[in-house]
T-cell receptor, first 115, second 112 residues
Framework: AQSVTQLGSHVSVSEGALVLLRCNYS??????LFWYVQYPNQGLQLLLK??????LVKGINGFEAEFKKSETSFHLTKPSAHMSDAAEYFC?????????????FGEGTQLTVNP | DAGVTQSPTHLIKTRGQQVTLRCSPI?????VSWYQQVLGQGPQFIFQ???????GRGNFPDRFSARQFPNYSSELNVNALLLGDSALYLC???????????FGPGTRLLVL
């Protein structure tokens, strides 16, 4: 079974500051990991994903995440926050079975960017 | 190219009623998955369909059912609605069973 824990339901940063959103996962098989962003009253938009290969993954809008197997972590970072980054962020792990796949999401982290 | 589309965008029902939600995947995608997102929580997996066959089911009661049509669009049906079914219902499409899922805008269901 897979599970995801996002540390910190709310994170507040100043515009221009580093963004760090934490995600730890549990998976019985090599995980596929994802970060999605959700703006108010909208669906989920894929930011980035890790499947295999390079452990540092670059995504859209300047975000990146690093897969650390030893720490079972997949933290999301952005060097300089912008006001438009304010949204809810979800980390997810994909559970793959012989018949199909499903995403297991964390509870989400609400990012606030202060001017 | 059009993304995943869902209809309706909003819906209000009363307890005990039935509801049907619709999803059209990205062109060329053959898999559709459904998720329920209760306010303040992360999405929860309900179903995955591929080539019109159910490929996975989450921990939801039998009141929830779905199907996929030959054109790969999908419907999610919920019978005997409860207040707790109030949520944002998200549809995601992917080209295959194990490929990246892309989400639609969701249908927001309110049960009174």
């Amino acid at each position: 079974a897979q599970s995801v824990t996002q540390l910190g339901s709310h994170v507040s940063v100043s515009e221009g500051a580093l963004v760090l959103l934490r995600c730890n996962y549990s998976s019985s098989v090599p995980p596929y990991l994802f970060w999605y962003v959700q703006y108010p009253n909208q669906g989920l938009q894929l930011l980035l994903k890790y499947t295999t290969g390079a452990t540092l993954v670059k995504g859209i809008n300047g975000f990146e995440a690093e897969f650390k197997k030893s720490e079972t972590s997949f933290h999301l970072t952005k060097p300089s926050a912008h006001m438009s980054d304010a949204a809810e962020y979800f980390c997810a792990v994909e559970g793959v079975k012989t018949s199909g796949s499903r995403l297991t999401f964390g509870e989400g982290t609400q990012l606030t960017v202060n001017p | 190219d059009a993304g995943v589309t869902q209809s309706p965008t909003h819906l209000i029902k009363t307890r005990g009623q039935q509801v049907t939600l619709r999803c059209s995947p990205i062109s060329g995608h053959k898999s559709v998955s459904w998720y329920q997102q209760v306010l303040g929580q992360g999405p929860q997996f309900i179903f995955q369909y591929y080539e019109k066959e159910e490929r996975g089911r989450g921990n939801f009661p039998d009141r929830f059912s779905a199907r996929q049509f030959p054109n790969y669009s999908s419907e999610l049906n919920v019978n005997a609605l409860l207040l707790g079914d109030s949520a944002l219902y998200l549809c995601a499409s992917s080209s295959g069973i194990y490929t990246t899922q892309y989400f639609g805008p969701g249908t927001r269901l309110l049960v009174l």
